[in-house]
Structures are given as C-alpha cells and as structure tokens.
T-cell receptor
Framework: AQRVTQPEKLLSVFKGAPVELKCNYSYSGSPELFWYVQYSRQRLQLLLRHISRESIKGFTADLNKGETSFHLKKPFAQEEDSAMYYCALYNTDKLIFGTGTRLQVFP | GAVVSQHPSRVICKSGTSVKIECRSLDFQATTMFWYRQFPKQSLMLMATSNEGSKATYEQGVEKDKFLINHASLTLSTLTVTSAHPEDSSFYIC?????????????FGPGTRLTVT
C-alpha cells in the first residue's frame, strides 16, 4: 500500500542551524514526491517537488530510491521557516500526505 | 496566482442537523476539486474527488450518503455533512486543480472548521 511516513511530529532548532525533516515512502513504481508547507494561519502550499530538483527558500530534497526517502533539508534555518511541513506522494490522481512535522526555529 | 476560497471558515451546528461547506476557485476554472479531512495533529485524508458535471469519487471508508458532494459549476464545489454528529467535528479542506496545470497540481483552500455539539 502507498504510504508516507514522517517520523518526527516536532523539530526544534536554533536560527542558523541545519535542518532535516524526514520523509519515507512506500510505493511500488517510480514515485512522484512533494513537500508542502503551511505557515501559521495560512493555507497549505506547495514548497517543492522532486522532479524539478529545485531549491526553494533554501530548501532542497533529494529522492533516494534505495532508502525510499525524500528528506527535506536546509543548511541554515531561519525563524520564518517555522511552519508545518507535509511530505506527499502522488498516486493515481491523488495526493497521499504524511502526518506532518512542525518545525520551530528559535532566535 | 490561483486562489481557492472556502465558506464558512468555521461553523458550529447541533447534532442531527446538516451543514454545507462551499469551495470556490476564484480566478480559474477547476474541473476537478478535492475534499480532505484533517483531524487534530493528523494528516490530511482525502475524502473524495469532485469532477464538474459528474458524480464524486469517494475514498474507501467515506460514506457518500453522509458527505454529499456537488460540483455543479467549474468554480464551485460543495460538501454537505448530513445528520452531523460530534464525531464529524473536524477541519475540512478543499483543493482545486486548474485545467492547464500538471496532473498533480492543486491549490488549497483555507479550510473550514466544523464543530458539532
């Protein structure tokens, strides 16, 4: 069955520290994976997608098929990065979301 | 950018009554809209996919007679929770896919918090 797992509910770091939000998936085939972000009192929005191999707001995510992971990384966290982050898998016209990780960046 | 609105943002209703939630795409036409449900500190769970002019496709375990979805126009989909019970209290989020976008592209509404007393 297709599944997305985000093992950490909360990740707290200080400003300037590196950040890695973990995401593991279960999927038979070539996955299409995404990271969504929800800032406080705002709606869910797409942060980045694996297929474009882009860096958005300093965040990158690399698909590792061997480890079935799609971890989100940023070398130096900023306070404005504090938000809820969801990893998602696209399958048959649907998005399957992980449970999300709340990132808190302290000054 | 593509904007999706929901109305109301929050609603409180009594057990046994029905409540309707609207999802509108404000600046684009959406042939497909999605309805999600989110419990506190849990993930978004897809409830159904709504296609304009046709019946919605419900996910396994979602009662279609309880959660009525109507997608009567290219900019509006509605979710009606019928005979609501306290266990239906949740955060309901819709999203819309622009016709010219990628197949995975979805723009999300701000959500509606339903509380059934």
């Amino acid at each position: 069955a297709q599944r997305v797992t985000q093992p950490e509910k909360l990740l707290s770091v200080f400003k300037g520290a590196p950040v890695e939000l973990k995401c593991n998936y279960s999927y038979s085939g070539s996955p299409e994976l995404f990271w969504y972000v929800q800032y406080s009192r705002q709606r869910l929005q797409l942060l980045l997608r694996h297929i474009s191999r882009e860096s958005i707001k300093g965040f990158t995510a690399d698909l590792n098929k061997g480890e079935t992971s799609f971890h989100l990384k940023k070398p130096f966290a900023q306070e404005e990065d504090s938000a809820m982050y969801y990893c998602a898998l696209y399958n048959t016209d649907k998005l399957i979301f992980g449970t999300g990780t709340r990132l808190q960046v302290f000054p | 950018g593509a904007v999706v609105s929901q109305h109301p943002s929050r609603v409180i209703c009594k057990s046994g009554t029905s409540v309707k939630i609207e999802c509108r795409s404000l600046d684009f036409q959406a042939t497909t809209m999605f309805w999600y449900r989110q419990f506190p500190k849990q993930s978004l769970m897809l409830m159904a996919t709504s296609n304009e002019g046709s019946k919605a496709t419900y996910e396994q375990g979602v009662e279609k007679d309880k959660f009525l979805i109507n997608h009567a126009s290219l900019t509006l989909s509605t979710l009606t929770v019928t005979s609501a019970h306290p266990e239906d209290s949740s955060f309901y989020i819709c999203s819309a896919r622009p016709p010219s976008g990628s197949r995975y592209e979805q723009y999300f509404g701000p959500g509606t918090r339903l509380t059934v007393t």
